[in-house]
């Protein structure tokens, strides 16, 4: 059994952009407590521990979304190709896909600024 | 006995709905439950109130049209703008878009009714009182003065000490428990109640709109009423929350404030792109362009607002990168945007479209809505934002967001839909000369003021110097703004014409395919004689003589029995039918109970602390009784709706609304508690005056056992779900009886650490701890109160291996609260040990 059964779908439409949504508080948490503790004073290499950390959060967010949206295409084009009726309407699969596909997206633009902006200014 | 009694002829079949389904005329309409009577109720309320806000709006225009008038005094100015934000944003948008939503859902979904009529009835009247407070407050000079968003410390006890915040943060919360229930009610019912056969991808776009707006109410407005509740105990009780000198943090508010104001903004401009959505594709007479695509811009816009909300914070000293992330989120909320945009031009363009008066505020809601998410991705981007922060220029801005995406679109529906409301046609082309006065006077009014905000005169401002150069602009301004309330006078006229005196109109007039105009116009209060199954996403396009087979009875359920109110539940993706919703008569139990929460509210306005409690124990009396309807003590088992189709009733099926209906209010709730662990690690990383001077100790090990009784609770509810299921009642009596003590045992566990722990005014530290606390004590004192409801259930014979519902939802909460509970003793006891080492290492 997948994930792609009802009503099930329905969370899986939701799941790309809630994830979304808790990379962003994320992001925004580490950075709030890195500015308290200092982590943009100590180095890591070329990086401070404040955009290390931020990095690599933002990175693996991507990755995670990523990853589902490429379940859920794996899905539509399984209900695609099977020449039975797919136990699900397609709509629901393509708009499961199509939202993680977009919330992929999200994040990889929405992290964007952690490339140049100043972290605690 | 359970049998249909089938009717003579279609004349009968409606005399007889409409005697089960209607309400008795003269006091008896108070009494009405019915989804028709309460849109109309909703809607008519809100524009009662749209008025209000704008006498309010021409009274600013009147003090500012010119330099130095003497029109009102400061005092009474702060008043008047406050007033004209909150009417229009809490007692207009929201409860005009849900009059609209309750009026049109169940007959677009094809069926007779919402899921949980009386909880709509009651929502109306919270509505209606939460509101009349406030304009009370009005007339006897004690209206909010502090803005519509209502900043610390400026609506802190010191700077407003008078009863005017009080106001505020007590009647909106008051009218928001409509917007919840009216969230729940919506999203239920699209998932639920809707025609057999309408699957996820046959559902009529209005209608995803409204999912998403039920789901995104449920997330955005507890913040602001836990912010509401904070401000309220800072300022009634003196806890220390947002103050600065006793470690809290006036920031909290604003961003309580805005994880709930900037959705906010999308909850009231979707539902109109919902019905937007809805009008265009009959106008241009083809289906709507990228369905599918418009259903997964309505998600994502729904999503992505919750990203936005330190937009309206960026001057207010939060780092570079914080607002670059806020920033990018703002401009992405322009792509979902802008893609139904292209849909509805795309409709437009490859159809053939009627130029009426619903297309000509449809063709105003383009020009003006394009304009102001122009200036939304201005003010996105943070140099420009800190220029034109608190001008003017923003005050066009989101009168262009707000009017173009909501009022015009609103007018839209209002034209279209009024044929169904009244069975009757305009009149006279009045709408017209609406829609130009109404156009060109908003235009004068706001494009100015971007100018005005340019030039840099700041918002809320009483008065200014000839000095400035502002006059000019102003005085336009106002001129603007009467003009445009010249329209809407008009506006007002015509529908009163059309009602009273209009020719009437027959089924369809406009030629559309969506359900809604199959049934009878003006609406009945059944809504369909029979119940369609639907077969395509524009059934009465492909069957025009559908209206005729569902009046004469040749659906589901085209029959009475018993008396009872029926319609059918469905499978919420697929569509097939899985129950029979058996819904509450005509009834004046919501009345008494929000008159019961009224006296709540208005005694804790009035600080009258033993009267509030009186209130509060007779709306949980109140709400006890409203589960009569559905008692029974014998099972009806699986009964026929026609077609050779026989369904169990929604009381002896897994899942039925109500058990979706805590799912969704515990969603809320959890919404709720994630803003207060959200605000206790936040004033813990920024707020000044920490660590405090005192943290809880001593209460570790009742910490530990009430955790162990939630625990056990969750488990006890289990057990006694297994046996009534099992149809040992008797056991599952055993077992629900030591439910009851755990949860009895929490709440003294939980009192008697409240009476040790630090005092909550000394420090927030101690305030939010104390919340959280309360916050986890009511929690087990509902849960309480739901095992003696199944006890009494049990007793009364009303439980059996069938009939386990109440017992399905009381397990919902107990494992919602065993949850809650243990985050929330852990988090504080975790704090504490935390704090304890950095002191003791310091």
Redesign the interface.
């Given at each position: 059994m997948t994930l792609a059964t009802?009503?099930a779908?329905?969370l899986v439409?939701?799941l790309g952009?809630?994830l979304?949504?808790g990379a962003?508080v994320a992001?925004?948490?580490v950075?709030?407590?890195g500015?308290?503790f200092g982590w943009e004073e100590v180095m890591l290499g070329p990086l401070t521990l404040q955009r290390g950390l931020?990095l690599l959060l933002w990175l693996l967010s991507v990755l995670v979304i990523a990853l589902l949206a490429w379940q859920t295409w794996g899905w539509l084009q399984a209900a695609r190709a099977d020449g039975q009726p797919p136990p699900?309407?397609r709509?629901?699969l393509?708009?499961a896909a199509?939202?993680s596909i977009?919330?992929a997206g999200?994040t990889l633009?929405?992290?964007?600024?952690?490339l140049g902006?100043?972290?605690?200014? | 006995m359970n049998e249909p009694i089938r009717p003579a002829s279609p004349v009968e079949l409606h005399r007889d709905l409409e005697r089960i389904w209607g309400a008795h005329p003269g006091l008896g309409q108070l009494a009405a439950v019915n989804h028709s009577t309460l849109g109309r109720r909703f809607i008519v309320t809100a524009f009662l109130f749209f008025a209000v806000g704008g006498i309010l709006a021409m009274l600013v225009r009147a003090q500012i049209a010119t330099s130095h008038t003497a029109f009102v005094g400061p005092e009474i100015y702060n008043q008047i703008f406050t007033m004209h934000g909150t009417v229009m944003m809490f007692l207009f948008a929201i409860p005009m878009f849900e009059g609209f939503a309750i009026y049109l859902l169940p007959k677009l979904l094809g069926t007779r009714d919402l899921a949980f009529p009386r909880a709509g009835a009651y929502g109306y009247w919270c509505y209606l009182f939460g509101g009349s407070i406030l304009l009370l407050a009005l007339a006897v000079g004690a209206a909010p003065d502090a803005g519509w968003f209502m900043y610390t410390p400026l609506s802190s006890k010191p700077f407003s000490p008078g009863i005017n915040a009080d106001v505020w943060l007590i009647g909106i919360t008051f009218v928001e428990i409509s917007a919840i229930g009216a969230a729940v009610e919506v999203l239920v019912s699209i998932l639920l109640v809707r025609a057999p056969g309408m699957s996820l991808d046959r559902m009529p776009i209005f209608a995803w709109y409204m999912l998403v707006v039920a789901v995104m109410i449920l997330v955005g407005f507890p913040p602001l009423i836990l912010g509401s509740i904070l401000l309220e105990a800072e300022r009634a009780f003196g806890w220390a929350l947002f103050d600065p000198t006793r470690g809290g943090d006036s920031l909290l508010w604003q961003h309580l404030f805005w994880i709930f104001g900037h959705p906010e903004v999308y909850i009231i401009f979707l539902p109109a792109a919902g019905m937007v959505s809805t009008i265009i594709p009959v106008m241009a007479g083809r289906e709507l362009l990228g369905y599918r695509w418009v259903v997964l811009s309505a998600i994502s816009v729904g999503f992505l607002s919750f990203g936005l909300w330190v937009h309206h914070m960026y001057a207010v000293g939060i780092p570079h990168l914080a607002l670059g992330f806020f920033s990018a989120a703002s401009m992405l909320v322009a792509i979902p945007t802008g893609v139904q945009i292209f849909s509805w031009l795309g409709t437009l363009m490859s159809g053939r479209p009627r130029f009426n008066v619903p297309m000509l505020f449809l063709c105003g809601f383009f020009f003006i809505f394009v304009l102001g998410g122009l200036t939304g991705v201005m003010v996105a981007v943070v140099p420009f934002d800190l220029q034109v922060h608190d001008t003017y220029f923003v005050v066009a801005h989101f009168h262009y967001v707000l009017v173009g995406g909501f009022v015009f679109p609103i007018m839209a529906a209002a034209y279209y839909w009024m044929p169904h409301l009244t069975g009757r046609q305009p009149m006279f082309q009045l709408g017209y000369a609406v829609f130009w006065l109404v156009f060109i006077g908003f235009n004068l009014t706001f494009f100015l003021m971007h100018l005005t905000g340019l030039l840099g005169m700041p918002r809320r401002i009483w008065t200014y110097s000839e000095s400035y150069g502002w006059d000019w602009l102003n005085l336009l301004s106002s001129i603007g703004g009467f003009v445009m309330t010249i329209g809407f006078a008009l506006f007002v006229l015509d529908i009163v014409l059309q009602a009273r005196f209009g020719p009437k109109t027959g089924r369809n007039p406009w030629g559309a395919g969506s359900l809604e105009w199959a049934t009878p116009v003006p609406a009945t209060n059944y809504g369909f004689a029979s119940i369609p199954t639907v077969a395509s996403r524009h059934q009465l396009a492909e069957d025009p003589d559908l209206p005729r087979k569902l009046a004469a009875g040749e659906g589901l359920l085209g029959f009475t029995r018993r008396n009872w109110l029926e319609t059918i539940a469905i499978d919420m993706i697929t569509g097939e039918p899985r129950q029979i919703l058996l819904l509450p008569r005509r009834t004046f139990l919501p009345l008494w109970t929000a008159l019961a929460t009224g006296l709540f509210f208005v005694s804790l306005l009035l600080q009258v602390y033993p009267l509030a409690i009186a209130g509060l124990v007779i709306t949980i009396a109140i709400f006890w009784t409203w589960t009569r309807h559905s008692a029974r003590t014998a099972d009806l088992g699986p009964l026929p709706v026609g077609d050779g189709t026989t369904l169990p009733v929604h009381t002896e099926s897994g899942h039925a609304p109500s058990w979706w209906a805590v799912v969704f209010l515990l969603l809320a709730d959890a919404a709720m508690f994630g803003s207060l662990l959200f605000g206790l690690i936040f004033l813990w990383v920024v707020a000044p005056g920490w660590p405090p001077p005192e943290i809880l100790s001593d209460s570790t090990a009742f910490a530990l056992i009430a955790m162990a009784c939630l625990l056990a609770a969750a488990g006890l509810g289990r057990l006694a779900l297994r046996a009534a299921r099992k149809g040992a009642v008797g056991r599952a009596l055993v077992w629900n009886r030591f439910l009851a003590a755990a949860h009895a045992a929490t709440v003294l566990l939980l009192a008697a650490i409240l009476t040790t722990a630090p005092d909550p005014t000394a420090h927030a530290y101690a305030g939010v701890n104390a919340a959280i606390l309360v916050y986890v004590l009511i929690h087990a004192g509902v849960g309480l109160i739901l095992a003696l409801h199944v006890w009494q259930a049990c007793r009364r014979g009303m439980v059996s291996a069938a009939r386990s519902l109440d017992l399905m939802i009381g397990q919902l909460w107990h494992d919602y609260t065993a949850v809650a509970g243990v985050i929330g003793l852990g988090t504080i006891l975790g704090v504490a040990a935390m704090i304890a080492q950095a002191g003791a290492g310091g």
């Open positions: 009802r009503p779908i329905l439409i939701a952009y809630t979304w949504g962003l992001l925004y948490g950075l709030s407590l500015c308290v931020l699900l309407p709509f629901t393509w708009l199509a939202c977009a919330a999200a633009f929405m992290g964007l600024p952690i902006a100043s972290a605690c200014i | -």
